[in-house]
């Protein structure tokens, strides 16, 4: 070991950037469009992150809405997972291609329920051979009809209803819907049978949500985490069967034979699903994923708000040089890279993409919103939400508890953490503190003299600031009175 052992690295508070003229009239203008993976784009470069804490189809639906895209944590059975990825990607989409149905002879309380697990207004009743037969709406059933009387008796048949071909394109089925004054357009073929559903809802929320993160469908992309332990291709399977866009392999230490194998276990056998691995600290672990297949790498070892791992382990790289270095080598690829960690306000995120990174993962800076899991806390009369590191005493006990009920106390002891559990301000709807977040991030943009990310990342000339001028960043010589 000699001094060229030893490099220097640095993070967000140890640097600014510098201002430079600008052309952009309104922030307004700013274009924060950006790769996620090799093929998935984004409108925002923000991702919620895969804890159980702060992302389940709630925050996924929100975060895909507002152009971003949400991780689903792996802290659940498989089954448990695929659900939250059906809810998101059954919440919207141009046409329901498997829209529920039950049959003329099931019952009302049938029907009652369906609508009720599925929170939906409405049934499609087919026959044997998939032909459509009726409609069963919240309205024919509400003055307590009687559950057991079957569906033929109280839906609305096929000849009131108006239904239009397969193929029908959105604008038409709008005009359709609008001049019926409906909320659901069966789609059939020419002989009748049901071929999917149009639903004025889906086209209210498209034009609500204009710049919302979208496949081929319609459907909301979403993504979903995954480890490289047990029933790793069985998990994986089916998630990407349920719809899941992307699959993020999520491992502390993600520059591991385990996770190269993984990846290059997903890529054979999945084919066309999108990877992203991590987590990563250098330009050899970004070089070692991206030749393994993966399609993003998720960059950050110890930089997390909830984390300990730098104090347990002694291993880490502070996070701005971590992103610059795998910035570097990941864009000899074409690779995006996420910057996953440690983003403490609108500036943190300006500094991590002017550093190199597509995406932004944000944990506890989200979990203290309405759409995060979990019920606020009152603390000394304020509202809070409760955050805790996937690696916290807390979140590994609740997994061995599930995976494990037969462990002992000694199994608990030997546990060795490497996050925290705490509470966070609650912040109210996500949409509001992405809308302040992103407008920091663009005025942060102009500032650069840049309208968008590429020209952030050309333009960015980061100054090394020192303490002094770190506290004359901060408010100072003043009373803050909040
Ligand atoms: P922020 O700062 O946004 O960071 O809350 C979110 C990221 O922190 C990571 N994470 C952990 N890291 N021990 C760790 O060392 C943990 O218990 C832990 N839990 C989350 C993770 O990368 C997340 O996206």
Redesign the pocket.
């Given at each position: 070991m000699d001094e060229t052992h030893f490099q220097e690295g640095i993070t967000f508070d140890d640097v600014l950037l510098t201002p430079r003229r600008s052309s952009v009239r309104t922030r307004k203008n700013v274009d924060t469009s950006t790769q996620l993976t090799r093929k998935i784009r984004l409108n925002i470069p923000i991702v919620s992150?895969?804890?159980d804490t702060v992302t389940e189809a709630s925050m996924a639906i929100a975060m895909a809405r507002e152009g971003g895209i949400g991780v689903i944590h792996r802290f659940m059975p498989t089954d448990s997972q695929v659900a939250e990825v059906a809810r998101v990607k059954r919440s919207e989409s141009y046409v329901i291609e498997e829209p529920y149905t039950l049959s003329p002879d099931h019952t009302v309380g049938d029907a009652e329920q369906m609508m009720e697990r599925h929170d939906v207004t409405g049934i499609l009743v087919v026959g044997k051979n998939g032909e459509l037969r009726g409609v069963l709406t919240l309205r024919d059933i509400r003055f307590g009809k009687d559950g057991s009387k079957r569906i033929r008796s109280v839906m609305t048949g096929k000849e009131r209803l108006i239904t239009a071909p397969d193929g029908t394109t959105l604008e038409e089925a709008e005009r359709i819907l609008d001049e019926h004054k409906l909320e659901k357009l069966p789609l059939v073929d020419e002989t009748g049978r049901l071929q999917g559903l149009i639903t004025s809802k889906d086209i209210m929320k498209s034009k609500q949500y204009p710049s919302a993160t979208k496949d081929s469908k319609g459907r909301l992309r979403v993504g979903a985490a995954i480890g490289v332990r047990d029933g790793l291709l069985e998990r994986a399977e089916a998630l990407t069967s349920a719809g899941a866009d992307l699959l993020v392999l999520d491992v502390?230490h993600g520059h591991s034979n385990m996770v190269l194998d993984a990846i290059r276990t997903l890529k054979t056998e999945l084919g066309d699903v999108e990877v992203m691995a991590g987590?990563v600290a250098t330009a050899e672990g970004t070089e070692d994923l991206i030749a393994a297949g993966a399609d993003a790498v998720k960059v950050?070892v110890?930089?997390?708000?909830?984390?300990?791992?730098r104090l347990v382990t002694g291993a880490g790289m502070p996070q701005l040089t971590a992103i610059i270095q795998c910035a570097q080598a990941a864009s000899q690829h074409n690779v995006p890279i996420i910057a996953?960690?440690?983003?403490r306000n609108s500036g943190d995120i300006t500094k991590a993409l002017a550093a190199g990174a597509s995406t932004v993962?944000?944990?506890?800076?989200l979990a203290g919103t309405d759409e995060s899991p979990g019920a606020t806390v009152i603390r000394n009369g304020r509202r809070y939400k409760v955050v805790r590191?996937?690696?916290?005493l807390g979140a590994t006990a609740a997994r061995m508890e599930r995976e494990r009920p037969e462990r002992s106390v000694d199994d608990l002891q030997r546990v060795v953490p490497?996050?925290v559990e705490a509470v966070v301000p609650y912040r109210g709807r996500i949409s509001e503190v992405l809308n302040h977040l992103l407008g920091g991030l663009r005025s942060g943009v102009s500032y650069c003299g840049a309208s968008d990310m590429a020209g952030l990342k050309r333009n960015a000339l980061f100054v090394r600031i020192t303490q002094a001028g770190w506290q004359e960043s901060q408010p100072h010589d003043i009373g803050i009175s909040e």
């Open positions: 992150a895969n804890m502390a987590n950050g110890g930089p997390g708000s909830t984390c300990t791992t996953d960690g440690g983003i993962m944000l944990g506890s800076l590191g996937m690696a916290s490497e996050g």
